[in-house]
């Protein structure tokens, strides 16, 4: 069992930054981690994530929406994750998500929601015009 608990959400104005922080506890080995975000009327989208597993060694990705805006960061001795988010949109309004796969091959599918075992409650971020 994997545990997510996420923290660093709020109201910020557009150009703004903010970052999330993802802790994960609960012992299991996990080999991807993720960020996700819904916004209101809409589908859960990938946002960014960043691989745990030595084959791919950390490597990171990101959505297009968000490539060069934000980052995805790891701390591997507090098994904590963390989205630096630079230059906020107002369309980057949303409630984030962290999730977590326990699968070594999550990497390969790792936009897709399907491949992680465990998410975090969510945070809300919002961005002011």
């Known amino acids: 069992q994997v545990q997510l608990v996420e923290s660093g959400g709020g109201l910020v104005q557009a150009g703004d930054s903010l970052r999330l922080s993802c802790a994960a506890s609960g012992g299991t080995f996990i080999y991807t981690m993720a960020w996700f975000r819904q916004a209101p009327g809409k589908e859960r989208e990938f946002v960014g994530a960043?691989?745990?597993?030595?084959?791919?060694?950390?490597?990171?990705d990101y959505a297009d929406s968000v490539k060069g805006r934000f980052t995805i960061s790891r701390d591997s001795a507090k098994n904590t994750v963390y989205l630096q988010m630079n230059s906020l949109k107002a369309d980057d309004t949303a409630v984030y998500y962290c999730?977590?796969?326990?699968?070594?091959?999550?990497?390969?599918?790792?936009?897709?929601?399907?491949?992680?075992?465990?998410w975090g409650q969510g945070t809300q971020v919002t961005v002011s015009a």
């Open positions: 999730a977590a796969s326990t699968r070594g091959s999550a990497w390969y599918g790792r936009r897709g929601p399907s491949v992680y075992d465990y």
């Open positions: 960043i691989s745990w597993n030595s084959r791919f060694g950390g490597s990171a």
